[in-house]
């Protein structure tokens, strides 16, 4: 097992117990326990504990004002064709791998599925692009069809020729993806780096440490301008708070990686 590998179920791990959904289980556990145990004192504490959360992060608007602060990083940027790209970098997840594209041998995009349309939309409008899919799968047990070879054929089925198409079929992370992508390209090209907006900052600064000279065209905008603050929704709230805990302390493990 190489630093690579550490590092990577190092945050598999460290990303699950790091998930709001997955904190308030263990807490309402820990409270069954300590009723069951009759340290009722305890219990009752926490389980004010897991009420005040679960308000909080069901607030949507609170949710939306910490992913905008990833967002909004990076603005969407007007290309044109004769600026010199090489063409475009598209980071995996948006597209599910799997047995289900396996067995259906049809791609399955996800609701991050904005990363490949809009790398589809500017190799339609530039016909000089070329596209770099890059990911093999952030699965810890990956099965079936790989999300890199689900793009080949999605941008088979829409028409792109073999000849406009790269895949980088080892990364499992960020990290990887700028690592390993580096063997497909010319040192010092321009290329427009494809992916979430709340994901943008720490594939940005990994990129550029790998010394990439990478243009960020954000996609899959979570967060709403507006406040929302008197919404709330489990499902949406929570999740918004899981992407930006996931993407900060990913970026501050990121840059600790990098010096």
């Known amino acids: 097992m190489n630093s690579d590998d550490i590092f990577f179920y190092s945050a598999k791990i460290l990303g699950y117990f790091l998930r709001i959904d997955n904190l308030l289980f263990i807490a309402v556990a820990v409270t069954i326990a300590l009723f069951w145990?009759?340290?009722?004192?305890?219990?009752?504490?926490l389980t004010v504990v897991i009420a005040i959360s679960l308000f909080i992060f069901s607030n949507v608007g609170l949710g939306f004002a910490a992913l905008r602060t990833l967002?909004?990083?990076y603005p969407i940027p007007a290309i044109s064709c004769d600026d010199g790209y090489e063409g475009v970098i598209v980071l995996g997840g948006g597209i599910n791998p799997g047995l289900i594209a396996q067995e259906r041998n049809q791609p399955q995009l996800n609701d991050a599925g904005d990363r490949t349309t809009k790398a589809l939309e500017l190799l339609n409008k530039c016909s000089g692009f070329k596209v770099l899919y890059s990911t093999f799968s952030g699965s810890l047990n990956p099965e079936g069809m790989s999300e890199s070879?689900?793009?080949?054929?999605?941008?088979k089925e829409q028409g792109i020729a073999d000849s406009?198409?790269?895949?980088?079929?080892?990364?499992?992370?960020t990290f990887e993806n700028a690592k390993f992508s580096a063997k497909f390209a010319k040192p010092g090209k321009k290329w427009i780096l494809v992916t979430s907006a709340s994901h943008m900052p720490r594939a940005m600064t990994t990129f550029e440490r790998f010394d990439w000279n990478v243009t960020a065209y954000p996609v899959d905008f979570r967060a709403e301008s507006r406040g929302n603050y008197l919404s709330w929704s489990r499902g949406q709230g929570?999740?918004?708070?899981?992407?930006f805990i996931h993407e900060w302390i990913g970026s501050l493990f990121y840059r600790l990686r990098l010096r």
């Open 37 to 45: 145990t009759r340290r009722t004192k305890l219990a009752k504490r």
């Open 71 to 73: 967002e909004n990083r």
């Open 149 to 155: 070879d689900s793009a080949r054929l999605f941008f």
């Open 164 to 173: 406009r198409t790269i895949f980088e079929n080892e990364s499992r992370n």
């Open 238 to 243: 929570i999740e918004n708070w899981n992407m």
